[in-house]
């Protein structure tokens, strides 16, 4: 079966940290660029960042950037996003996607969705 699992997600403390995983099954990254996003309760879906496997191309959201780290482990076909210094405004349920030979960052056209992992960061 062809799918996307996000894991990680948790209630953290602000200032603490958490790392969230997206794992493929039944496809590989190898053409892909595996983007997170995250939507928080009635807010707009957000793209947080992106690595892509087929230019090498990364992405982060200016209200992440310095705090998150996208990184990938090819072998175990997974994609990491290190979050460090979380903040009450990060809470949301964060979500991968997969979109066939595109480079970072995108907003449309994912061939494929994970369902998600909720993170909630206390103040």
């Known amino acids: 079966e062809v799918q996307l699992v996000e894991s990680g997600g948790g209630f953290v403390q602000a200032g603490g940290s958490l790392t969230l995983s997206c794992a493929a099954s039944?496809?590989?990254?190898?053409?892909?660029?595996i983007g997170w996003f995250r939507q928080a309760p009635e807010k707009e879906r957000e793209g947080v960042s992106c690595?892509?496997?087929?230019?090498?191309?990364?992405y982060y959201a200016d209200s992440v950037k310095g705090r998150f780290t996208i990184s990938s482990d090819d072998a175990k076909n997974t994609v990491y996003l290190q979050m460090n210094d979380l903040k009450p405004e990060d809470t949301a349920n964060y979500y991968c996607?997969?979109?066939?030979?595109?480079?970072?960052?995108?907003?449309?056209?994912?061939?494929?969705w994970g369902l998600g992992t909720l993170v909630s960061v206390s103040s």
């Open positions: 996607a997969a979109r066939s030979g595109s480079s970072c960052p995108y907003y449309y056209g994912m061939d494929l």
């Open positions: 039944g496809f590989t990254f190898d053409d892909y660029a």
């Open positions: 690595y892509s496997r087929s230019d090498g191309s990364i």
